[in-house]
Nanobody, 118 residues
Framework: QVQLVESGGRLVQAGGSLRVSCAAS????????MGWFRQAPGKEREFVAA????????FYADSVKGRFTISRDSAKNTVYLQMSSLKPEDTAVYFC???????????WGQGTTVTVSS
């Protein structure tokens, strides 16, 4: 079993920056990708970003491209999401995900809350 634990969410002012982290633990961990989803109040959960665990290739939602950067530290089994130029519409619970079985995000963290004040 794999456990994903997010941290770093907090209240931040619009225009500010924040980094959230996700540490994976449990069985031998070798995902295809890890990433982040978010869910704003009253809205559907949406994809934010993902990173290939082997190649480091990154993928972003259009809404965060150029503002957010995803990275991973394979030695620490940790993925990061650096968020800059934050907007109130970035307010959401951010969930870390891992793709262990190809084509499916089969592990999810409990979420960390990011609140951006205007």
């Amino acid at each position: 079993q794999v456990q994903l634990v997010e941290s770093g969410g907090r209240l931040v002012q619009a225009g500010g920056s924040l980094r959230v982290s996700c540490a994976a633990s449990g069985r031998t961990f070798s995902p295809y990708t890890m990433g982040w989803f978010r869910q704003a109040p009253g809205k559907e959960r949406e994809f934010v970003a993902a990173v290939s665990w082997t190649s480091g290739s990154t993928f972003y939602a259009d809404s965060v491209k150029g503002r957010f950067t995803i990275s991973r530290d394979s030695a620490k089994n940790t993925v990061y999401l650096q968020m800059s130029s934050l907007k109130p519409e970035d307010t959401a619970v951010y969930f870390c995900v891992a793709e262990v079985i190809p084509g499916k995000y089969d592990y999810w963290g409990q979420g960390t809350t990011v609140t951006v004040s205007s």
